[in-house]
């Protein structure tokens, strides 16, 4: 809570001048003695305002040093709140790509145990067709690696993340790098190549 300086010293100036007329009025009344206490009246005068003045502004310092540090520390707290916002986006922003190459690799998976189905019956065909299962499987089979890869990568990005370089873009395409942006290619073309080869078949 602030102190409110200007009343207090109104206040004390109020009671000084007080102080002061009462004695005026006194010496007033005393007749003989206004030369010799009109001088000691100005020294009073020049004392209480010299202490008063001292007194507002050693308070005023105080003030002033005070609002400073809750200043500093204010903007300490912003930079913590900020920093911490940041790592939690980041966070967030690498559990998401891990749960992304996750499905992928999920999906390979699913495609290449899904050919197995059909291979029984390629395999039977001509060679065109086996050589075509074969390039699908290992499509399928490099997306699931590359997936492993890159979560690995992504991985290694969140353990660094609290580096103060490091920003939530770098980890969204830069962790998982072109092994993470290939996988979903090479699904697509390695169940495009089985694919034509079960039709050709």
């Known amino acids: 809570m602030a102190v409110p300086w200007l009343s207090v010293l109104n206040t004390l100036i109020d009671v000084a001048n007080l102080a002061v007329r009462r004695k005026a009025r006194r010496e007033a009344e005393e007749p003989g003695s206004s030369a010799g206490a009109g001088r000691m009246l100005g020294h009073v ?6 202490v008063v003045l001292a007194a507002l502004k050693e308070a005023f310092d105080r003030d ?13 707290e912003r930079r913590r709140a900020q920093r ?4 939690e986006l980041m966070r967030q922003a690498g559990d998401r790509e891990i749960g992304r190459l996750r499905l992928m690799a999920g999906i390979a998976f699913a495609s290449w ?9 390629l395999i039977g065909g ?7 299962l074969g390039a699908g499987w290992l499509f399928l089979l490099g997306a699931l690696s590359l997936s492993f890869a890159a979560q690995s ?3 290694r990005a969140l353990t660094r ?3 103060g370089n490091a920003r939530v873009d770098d980890l969204m395409s830069g962790a998982s790098g072109a092994a993470g942006a290939l996988v979903p290619w090479l699904i697509v073309v390695g169940l495009a190549v089985i694919g034509l080869a079960v039709l050709i078949a």
Request: proline share 0%; hydrophobic share 40%; charged share 30%.
């Open 153 to 155: 990568n992504v991985g």
């Open 45 to 50: 005068r020049t004392r209480l305002t010299g």
């Open 84 to 87: 911490a916002l940041k790592l």
């Open 126 to 132: 001509t060679v065109g067709t086996r050589v075509m």
């Open 64 to 76: 002033s040093s005070r609002l400073e540090l809750e200043r500093e520390q204010m903007e300490l």
């Open 113 to 121: 145990l899904g050919t197995l189905v059909f291979s029984a019956r």
């Open 161 to 163: 993340i609290d580096e």
